[in-house]
C-alpha cells in the first residue's frame, strides 16, 4: 500500500504562482513514475499536466509547458511549481504514483483557485 498527501494549493490570483508538494509513504519503489493531474469540473476524468520518472525525465501537458515546473526531490517526493497561473488553472490537483510494476496509487487532491 502507498499514500499520498498533496498540500500547497489555495487560492491565488491570475498571474500569480504557486508550489504543490506530494509526499508518497509506505511500500514505495525507487524506480517509479510520479505525475500530476487535475481534474476541473467535478465528476470528469482527470487529465495530465505534468510526470516526472525515477531518472529525472519530464513530460508535460501544452498547457502546463513554459509555465508549470515538475521536480522531485527523491523517490517518494515530488512537486510542482505553477507561474502565470490562469482563471482555467483552477482545479483539483491530484498525485499519483506509478511504480514499474505493481498498482498505481492517488492522493486525495489539493484545491487551487485562480481568481481574477
Known sequence: QVQLVESGGGLVQTGGSLK????????????????????????????????????????????????????????????LEMMNLRREDTAAYFCKYSPTWGNSYWGQGTQVTVSS
Open 20 to 79: 504543490l508538494s506530494c509526499v508518497a509513504s509506505g511500500d514505495i519503489l525507487d524506480v517509479n513514475t510520479m505525475g500530476w493531474y487535475r481534474r476541473q469540473v467535478p465528476g470528469r476524468q482527470r487529465e495530465l499536466v505534468a510526470a516526472i520518472d525515477a531518472g529525472g525525465a519530464t513530460n508535460y501537458e501544452p498547457f502546463a509547458r513554459g509555465r508549470f515546473t515538475v521536480s522531485r526531490a527523491n523517490a517518494s517526493t515530488i512537486f
